[in-house]
């Protein structure tokens, strides 16, 4: 238990999230695969061709949902954390092919190990006999296509839905799934709006190509460490990366852990910034707290919208880190009421560009 707290401390948000992933997938498939072969196996004899699996008993269920699970585990690792990087830069149709055809040949594999181990274990026959049902059924055509099409639908169907689901922030294809912000609701969340400094320049200095890129890298590492606190990115406005978390205490802390990795990630990554594009990145930021009203909107392309004043005077705390001459500022409303461990300066009552009343601002010492 130890040992498991301690890997899982290790772990980043990523990796987490794709781990369970993971397992998600793999409990899926095994339950379709358990739900199917007991259709299957209450056909009647002749269409199920003489098939090895002939009756189910509590060991039978048992080895097949071990096998089956274990080996889903395996293909959707493959799936989620390997074939993913390999293929991220190709077309998604080719993606979905050669994912598929390599998936499938790992599911032919399981069919081999089901066959060896219910002769062995369950008909208490040898791995010969096993061997001999295996290869003798993997030569028909139609024994191929009968095994092979439901786990093809199944492949391709989980990727799509992989495919549409990190299209999104973690949750936010489940609430579109069920529904959720249908109706618009009025939350209180935390707000910040992060923004690449010097972005004209930058885009004159390195060309359309390679700022697209510069840009890439930089809201990669960011993004990262956002994640990695459970901020719900809302969306990438060019160079600016809008984040939000439901207002709770805890999440306060988040919210400045993530603005603290961020730092530390890019910082660690001048090397590397200076090397590929001879400029380092820095960002501004503005935090603001207060109800903004979440809802679902679009017809053929859905997502979820926050709108709202507090988006709007986020948005311009953000812009004013310029004028006041520091990096992170963040409103009285989100200090209130919060011990940070960072030292905080007050700028006094500031006038937002669009604000009738103005609002006490502080800088971040970070």
Known sequence: MIALKGINARLSFVQKYNFRLVFIVAATWTAIDLAYWVRFVHLSHA???GDTFEF??????LLRCAIVFSMSCLMAYLLIFKLRQVFRNYPL???LLVKTAILLSASLL?????????SFFILNLTIAHGLHSFFGKATSIVWVLQHSLGWIILFVLSQMIIEINEKYSPGIFWAILIGKYIQPKVEKRIIMFIDLNDSTSIAEKLGSTDNFKFIRDFIYYVSVALLEYNGRIYQYVGDEIVVSWIYKPQ???KCLNALSMASRLLKRSNNYFHQRYKVLPEFKVGIHVGEVTVGEIGLIKKDIAMSGDT????AR??????ELGNKYIVSKDFLENINIRWPVESLGMVELKGKSDSMELFALKM
């Open 317 to 322: 705390i953000c812009n004013s880190s310029g």
């Open 311 to 314: 988006m709007n005077t986020t």
């Open 110 to 118: 399981m069919n081999f190990l089901l066959h060896i181990t219910y």
């Open 93 to 95: 149709l080719i993606n």
């Open 47 to 49: 269409l199920r061709d």
């Open 251 to 253: 999440n306060v802390h």
């Open 56 to 61: 189910i008993s509590t060991e039978t269920v």
